[in-house]
């Protein structure tokens, strides 16, 4: 079974329901070449869309975001009984670390709320998080130039900012 990159973000962003959703990431989990696997999952790390993923009246049944669920999906090697994939050493570690930078910019974000439309603004200097295959994940002074609204309920609004110091563009989160 193969699926086009449409059919899986029409899935991944499914609105009538976290299960179908939930199982667009587990056949990303078991099917897809683990190097792009963090790219499919990043943007839903941390999704605060709720689901039971177990049998509803059952003793274990329990609530969790479906961000929880992904984030299962990358450090755990386990699901319901079931021995996932396993990922390269290397690739594993990567996306770790990665969850673990994540929890610390949606920690940061849940502190910026309040600042959303009063001073974070088009036009407003700020200090941004930039990184790409030559340089490490840094702090950079950067400029407002676009307030880009969530597409998702979940998602918090995200910036195009320009860093001045390089001249290059980059959409952000808070």
């Not at 792009?36 to 975001?65: M, N, Q, V």
């Not at 984030?71 to 990665?98: A, E, F, W």
């Not at 600042?115 to 407003?124: C, E, I, M, Q």
């Amino acid at each position: 079974m193969q699926c086009s990159e449409k059919q899986m973000h029409s899935m991944l962003n499914h609105l009538d329901s976290p299960y179908i959703r939930c199982v667009g990431f587990l056949f990303l989990r078991y099917a897809t070449d683990p190097s792009s696997l963090w790219g499919w999952f990043k943007p839903y790390i941390y999704d605060t869309e709720e689901f039971s993923p177990t049998l509803s009246g059952s003793r274990t049944s329990h609530k969790i975001t479906v961000g929880e669920f992904v984030r299962g999906l990358i450090n755990d090697i386990d699901y319901h009984g079931t021995i996932l994939p396993r990922l390269p050493v290397p690739i594993q570690r990567s996306m770790k670390v990665k969850c673990l930078q994540e929890q610390d910019n949606f920690s940061r974000s849940q502190r910026n709320l309040p600042l959303v439309g009063t001073s974070l603004f088009a036009g407003a200097r700020v200090r941004a998080l930039y990184e790409d295959a030559e340089n490490p994940l840094q702090w950079y002074d950067a400029i407002i130039e676009e307030v880009v609204e969530p597409g998702q309920e979940w998602e918090t609004p995200k910036y195009f900012v320009t860093f001045p110091e390089y001249g290059n563009q980059e959409t952000v989160t808070l």
